[in-house]
């Protein structure tokens, strides 16, 4: 566990899968486009505008996701103290609040046509909200410090304390009456979707989360260098003041 | 039916263009503007580090190879300068 916690080998690590992870993702994304606009029938309910669930899900599902590694990651740091950990967590933050801005944003369009409205508060949409504001609550504490550490634990904290809700998005459309669907994949042994329309779901599914690994790898190496310039500047301040 | 008609078919979307094009082209400029903000960011702060390692603060610190500025290829980052730190 200590070793991955040296920062040569994590730094080592994000560089070698950065580029293979974007390739990879960009080729699922693209498949999964394909087999989403073009191979995949009209839903017999929602004739064409079930298309829309190709970037919306998967987005929803990343959302997610992301929280959990930033929760996780802000747990190893907050417990160990694990520099790289406060990395990773600081990396992620700002891609998990681009896939929820589109989740939201895109099931926002899927409702109007569906149920006549772009947002309505139910408990699903205004949990999925409050991830949001979690995301860009966690961005801003962490810069709201002059000392960094303290913005970074601080930050940590919250990331930690919203963990609770996962849960609640996760079980609201079974919990309340919303008017959100359902999950669209509940049963891995028998889902309730066609082949043709469950595969391009996957590809997309799979395709976001190597581009968000791809993001995150580019992030992290972004703050390893921007931590290095720090500490050389503070080597020059003080050679400065000798 | 024609090519051209076929593509009118598929770009109305069964009447839904409205709402399915702007999600695919939101979900598109996010990801593409989240990517571009990633990578400038890398460039900036490698452009930092390597003014800072020239002032010669740091002589453990090895050379890093310069950044290659080609578009579409990601800048290589050797580990010499984490290395250095550790040493």
Redesign the interface.
């Known amino acids: 566990m200590h070793r991955y916690a040296n920062p040569t080998l994590y730094g080592r690590i994000v560089d070698r899968v950065r580029r293979p992870a974007a390739l990879a993702g960009l080729a699922l994304i693209l498949v999964g486009l394909y087999l989403g606009l073009f191979v995949a029938p009209p839903d017999y309910q929602q004739g064409e505008s079930f298309r829309i669930m190709y970037v919306h899900v998967p987005a929803a599902w990343m959302a997610m996701f992301s929280y959990a590694g930033l929760a996780v990651s802000s747990a190893v740091y907050l417990i160990w103290r694990h520099g790289v950990a406060d990395v990773t967590a600081k990396a992620i933050a700002p891609a998990g609040a681009a896939f929820t801005a589109i989740a939201l944003v895109t099931g926002s369009l899927w409702g109007q046509p569906m149920w006549g409205t772009w947002w309505v508060w139910d408990a699903r949409l205004t949990s999925v909200l409050l991830l949001f504001f979690l995301y860009l609550g966690y961005m801003v504490l962490r810069d709201a410090f002059d000392a960094p550490e303290r913005g970074a634990k601080a930050a940590a904290i919250l990331a930690v304390v919203g963990v609770v809700n996962l849960p609640i998005i996760k079980f609201s459309v079974d919990w309340w009456n919303t008017l959100h669907q359902p999950a669209t994949i509940s049963k891995l042994d028998a889902p309730s979707i066609h082949p043709s329309m469950l595969w391009p779901l996957l590809a997309m599914a799979l395709g976001f989360t190597l581009i968000f690994v791809a993001i995150v790898c580019l992030r992290a190496r972004t703050e390893l260098l921007e931590r290095r310039a720090r500490s050389l500047e503070m080597q020059a301040a003080l050679g400065r003041a000798e | 039916m024609t090519a051209v008609n076929d593509l009118e078919t ?1 770009l109305a ?4 263009a409205a ?2 094009w ?3 082209g ?2 598109f400029v ?2 593409a ?3 571009l ?3 400038a ?2 460039r900036r ?2 452009a ?2 390597a003014r ?2 020239a ?1 010669g ?2 002589r453990r610190a090895r050379r890093r190879r310069p950044a290659s500025s080609t578009p579409g290829t ?1 800048a ?4 010499a ?3 250095a ?2 040493a």
């Open positions: 598929f979307m069964g009447g839904y709402y399915v702007p999600s695919f939101f979900a996010v990801l503007g989240l990517w903000q990633a990578r960011a890398l702060a490698e930092r580090l800072l390692e002032l603060l740091d990601a290589r980052t050797d580990g300068a984490d290395d730190a550790r």
